[in-house]
């Protein structure tokens, strides 16, 4: 899911992980720590959380998914290097 900005991290969504409001979720995972400093995502196994949703296809999912990765990143903040 949501690949790290670049900075260091200071704020996460003020529900982030427990309580997302998106529906379907089943699991939600963070990776990332306030404090940590990240330089972008390197790689695809680079996340700032793991979610995982459940739907009736593909479709749905992956739209539900690319939804809650916008509103983790614009919920988000880093500071400047």
Do not use: R
């Amino acid at each position: 899911m949501p690949s790290p900005g670049e900075g260091k991290l200071i704020k996460l969504p003020k529900t982030f992980p427990n309580k997302l409001p998106f529906k379907n979720i089943y699991d939600c995972y963070q990776y990332a720590k306030i404090g940590n400093i990240y330089h972008g995502s390197h790689s695809s196994i680079e996340a700032i959380s793991a979610i995982s949703v459940e739907g009736k296809s593909t479709k749905v999912v992956t739209k539900q998914l690319l939804e809650i990765g916008k509103w983790i990143k614009d919920n988000t903040i880093y500071e400047e290097k």
